[in-house]
């Protein structure tokens, strides 16, 4: 069976709905940058998604192909996540997404060093015909975290934050915000397939 991360590594994937302290390791993955509202319709939010997925996929079914990635397992690509901040902000103002800053990804199994991420996005170019120049392999620690499990609309993640910025000062911790320390999304459910009122979003913030 493929492995999946969501199943093998329940802690990092199904937070429950109060908030927990987490210590998240180090990890590898594919990433776009971009800004702007990520609801409209050519946003570049959205044409991170199709680049990430074009990319993460050609190493999946590389091994129906005749290239030999070294230490290569099958895997259910994981889910979508996204890293979110605004310009001189701590938190995130939800009435104001033009002011959005994101970083889309996809987490890849340890076997994806940046030899197989060069060849995966030369591939994925060729066969797709589509430019994947702002597709990078990033590595992020983010260290001790507190996380929560979000039903419901992304509209409504303000309730869910406070509660998890509660939990933080009750716990004598405070946000962690840097460069590389965001406001954290996993996206468990598909939209297109789910009713809004229904999906599930893991948010996790950095703390200290």
């Given at each position: 069976?493929?492995?999946?991360?969501?199943?093998?590594?329940?802690?990092?994937?199904?937070?429950?709905?109060?908030?927990?302290?987490?210590?998240?390791?180090?990890?590898?993955?594919?990433?776009?940058?971009?800004?702007?509202?990520?609801?409209?319709?050519?946003?570049?939010?959205?044409?991170?998604?199709?680049?990430?997925?074009?990319?993460?996929?050609?190493?999946?079914?590389?091994?129906?192909?005749?290239?030999?990635?070294?230490?290569?397992?099958?895997?259910?690509?994981?889910?979508?996540?996204?890293?979110?901040?605004?310009?001189?902000?701590?938190?995130?103002?939800?009435?104001?997404?033009?002011?959005?800053?994101?970083?889309?990804?996809?987490?890849?199994?340890?076997?994806?060093?940046?030899?197989?991420?060069?060849?995966?996005?030369?591939?994925?170019?060729?066969?797709?015909?589509?430019?994947?120049t702002n597709v990078e392999f990033l590595t992020l620690d983010e260290g001790r975290c507190a996380q929560?499990?979000?039903?419901?609309?992304?509209?409504?993640?303000?309730?869910?934050?406070?509660?998890?910025?509660?939990?933080?000062?009750?716990?004598?911790?405070?946000?962690?915000?840097?460069?590389?320390?965001?406001?954290?999304?996993?996206?468990?459910?598909?939209?297109?397939?789910?009713?809004?009122?229904?999906?599930?979003?893991?948010?996790?913030?950095?703390?200290?």
């Open positions: 069976m493929p492995y999946d991360f969501k199943k093998e590594q329940r802690s990092l994937y199904h937070p429950g709905k109060r908030p927990a302290l987490i210590d998240v390791p180090t990890m590898n993955y594919i990433a776009v940058r971009g800004q702007g509202d990520p609801n409209q319709p050519d946003s570049e939010y959205k044409r991170s998604i199709q680049d990430l997925y074009s990319v993460a996929y050609t190493i999946k079914m590389s091994k129906k192909g005749s290239h030999h990635i070294p230490g290569y397992f099958d895997f259910v690509v994981p889910p979508l996540e996204g890293f979110w901040w605004q310009d001189g902000d701590q938190g995130i103002d939800f009435t104001r997404k033009d002011r959005f800053h994101f970083v889309s990804c996809i987490r890849m199994p340890d076997f994806v060093d940046r030899a197989t991420f060069n060849w995966a996005v030369q591939t994925a170019s060729t066969k797709k015909q589509l430019d994947l929560i499990m979000h039903v419901g609309t992304y509209d409504e993640e303000p309730a869910t934050i406070a509660k998890l910025t509660d939990f933080v000062t009750q716990n004598d911790l405070q946000p962690d915000y840097s460069a590389t320390r965001r406001h954290h999304e996993i996206y468990l459910s598909d939209p297109r397939r789910t009713k809004p009122e229904n999906c599930k979003t893991v948010i996790r913030i950095p703390v200290r």
